[in-house]
C-alpha cells in the first residue's frame, strides 16, 4: 500500500501490493525468503468394507526444526468427510476450511449429507484457480449415499480416485506398505492396522514425518477419530521443569498511583426492542 | 492453453506518476504514490496478479459463450440483461455496497471464497477521500 488515501475501495481477496517488493528483497537478501511452516508429512488412506480409514503422522517442520510435535493433520470437513492435509500447514487449514464451510452451506440449503465427489469438485476447482500457489496436497475420504469413496487432490488441481492413498514427502514408504497389504474388502481392523504400518514406514524413512499417528475411521454409522492411534517411544523428558511458582522472584518495592477519571457527560438512551 | 503473449500479461491500467493525487507543484508525490518502476507498473509481479484480477470477467465470458452454444443467443441476452440491471444497484464508490442482487444472481452468496475472508472492504485500513472518488469513478479527475 503505497497511497495513504485510495482512489478506489481495495478489492477484496488477494493483495498483491507486496509481491514486487517480496521478489527484490529476496533478490537482495541471497534468496533467503522466510520458509514457511510446512507438514513434511506422511498420509494415507484406505477404502475397507464398510468405510473410510485415514492416517496421518503429527509433526510439522518449519526448514530443519520441528515446529508442531502435535499436529492435528486430519481435518474435518463435514460429518460424513474427514480430509488429511500435505504441504504449507497454513494453506490445508484454510482451504479445508473454507470447504468445510462451502459444505455446511449446501447441506442447510438442501438438507442432505454432501458427497465426497462434491468436495473434490469444489477443491479441484479452488486450487486450479491459484494454480498451484496454494501449496496443499489433500486426501479426501468420505462416506456418503453412493459408497465409502477416497480422492486425492493435489495443488494445481489435479484428482486421483482410488481405493488407497498416501501422500506428503514420505509417501513412497507409505505406498510400498499399502501396495504389499492392501485387499479389497478389508475388515475394519485389518484397515486400521494397514494404515498404521503405512504411516509408521513414512515415520521411519522420512525425516519430515515423525512423532504420533493419528486414525480416523469413517463408517455408516459416524466418525472414530483416535488422536493419538500409537504415540511415539520417542518422548523427551525434562528433568527441569520451566514453570516458575509465584514468590520466585522477589517483590522489592510497589508504588500505586490511583488513575482519575472524572464523569465528563452522560446520558441514557433507552434502546426500543420489539 | 498457454498462447498469452506479452501484451496480454500487462496490467489494464498503467498508473503513470505524475498524474492522479498530486504532490505539490503538480510533481511526483513520492510521499504519498511511493517509488516509481516503470517495470513495476507494466508487468505485474505476481503470476495470480491478472488472472485474479479478471477472474470473475473470463468466469463469465467463458459460461456465456458456452450458454450461447448450447442455447442460442437469447440465453446469454437474458442473464447479461439482470447482471447489468443488479450491478447499476450500489452506493457512491466510498461507501459500502452490498450487491445483494448481483450476488444473488451471480450464486455467490451461498459459496465462501477467499474475497469473503480476506481484505473485507468493511475492514479496510485506507480510506478514501468521498469527493476524490466520486470524481475518479466519474472521470473527471
Redesign the interface.
Given at each position: 500500500?503505497?497511497?495513504?488515501?485510495?482512489?478506489?475501495?481495495?478489492?477484496?481477496?488477494?493483495?498483491?501490493d507486496n509481491?514486487?517488493r517480496n521478489?527484490a528483497l529476496g533478490r537482495n537478501d541471497g534468496g533467503h525468503t522466510p520458509k514457511p511452516l510446512k507438514t513434511g508429512t506422511t498420509i494415507a488412506g484406505v477404502v475397507f468394507k464398510d468405510g473410510v480409514v485415514l492416517g496421518a503422522d503429527t509433526r510439522a517442520t518449519s526448514s530443519e526444526v520441528v515446529a508442531d510435535k502435535a499436529c492435528a493433520k486430519i481435518h474435518y470437513i463435514s460429518p460424513n468427510i474427514y480430509c488429511c492435509g500435505a504441504g504449507t500447514a497454513a494453506d490445508t487449514e484454510?482451504t479445508t476450511d473454507?470447504l468445510s464451510?462451502?459444505l455446511t452451506?449446501?447441506s442447510l440449503?438442501s438438507g442432505r449429507n454432501p458427497r465426497v465427489v462434491m468436495a473434490a469438485n469444489i477443491l479441484q476447482d479452488?486450487l486450479y484457480?491459484?494454480?498451484g500457489?496454494i501449496g496443499a496436497n489433500l486426501i479426501l475420504g468420505g462416506v456418503d449415499c453412493t459408497g465409502n469413496h477416497l480422492y486425492k487432490v493435489g495443488p494445481y488441481g489435479s484428482v486421483d480416485k482410488t481405493a488407497y492413498l498416501s501422500m506428503g514427502s514420505g509417501d513412497l514408504a507409505a505406498l510400498g506398505i499399502l501396495e504389499d497389504g492392501f485387499k479389497p474388502d478389508l475388515e475394519m481392523e485389518q484397515a486400521k492396522d494397514l494404515v498404521r504400518a503405512a504411516i509408521q514406514a513414512g515415520i521411519m524413512s522420512d525425516l519430515g514425518s515423525g512423532n504420533n499417528i493419528d486414525i480416523c475411521v469413517i463408517t455408516r454409522d459416524g466418525v472414530d477419530y483416535i488422536r493419538p492411534y500409537q504415540e511415539s517411544e520417542f518422548t523427551d523428558d525434562r528433568t527441569i521443569k520451566y514453570k516458575y511458582r509465584p514468590g520466585t522472584t522477589r517483590v522489592l518495592t510497589e508504588k500505586v498511583v490511583p488513575l482519575k477519571l472524572e464523569v465528563v457527560h452522560e446520558s441514557v438512551k433507552k434502546m426500543v426492542t420489539g | 492453453m498457454n498462447t498469452l503473449d506479452v501484451r496480454s500479461q500487462l496490467k489494464d491500467s498503467v498508473p503513470v506518476a505524475g498524474f492522479g493525487p498530486h504532490g505539490s507543484y503538480g510533481l511526483q508525490d513520492s510521499l504519498r504514490t511511493g517509488f516509481t518502476s516503470i517495470k513495476n507498473e507494466l508487468i505485474p509481479s505476481h503470476s495470480l496478479e491478472l488472472s485474479e484480477k479478471n477472474f470473475q470477467v473470463n468466469q463469465d465470458k467463458m459460461n456465456m459463450s458456452t450458454l450461447r452454444n448450447i442455447q442460442g443467443i437469447h440465453a446469454p441476452l437474458k442473464l447479461k440483461m439482470e447482471l447489468k440491471a443488479a450491478t447499476q444497484i450500489q452506493r457512491l464508490p466510498f461507501l459500502p455496497s452490498s450487491h445483494l442482487a448481483l450476488d444473488t444472481l451471480r450464486g455467490s452468496d451461498e459459496t465462501i471464497g477467499f474475497d469473503d475472508i480476506l481484505n473485507d472492504p468493511n475492514q479496510s485500513e485506507v480510506m478514501g477521500e468521498p469527493h476524490m472518488m466520486v470524481e475518479y469513478k466519474l472521470g473527471v479527475l
Open positions: 500500500m503505497a497511497l495513504s488515501s485510495v482512489l478506489q475501495s481495495p478489492a477484496p481477496g488477494f493483495n498483491f509481491a514486487a521478489a484454510k473454507l464451510s462451502n452451506i449446501f440449503n479452488m484457480r491459484y494454480r500457489q | -
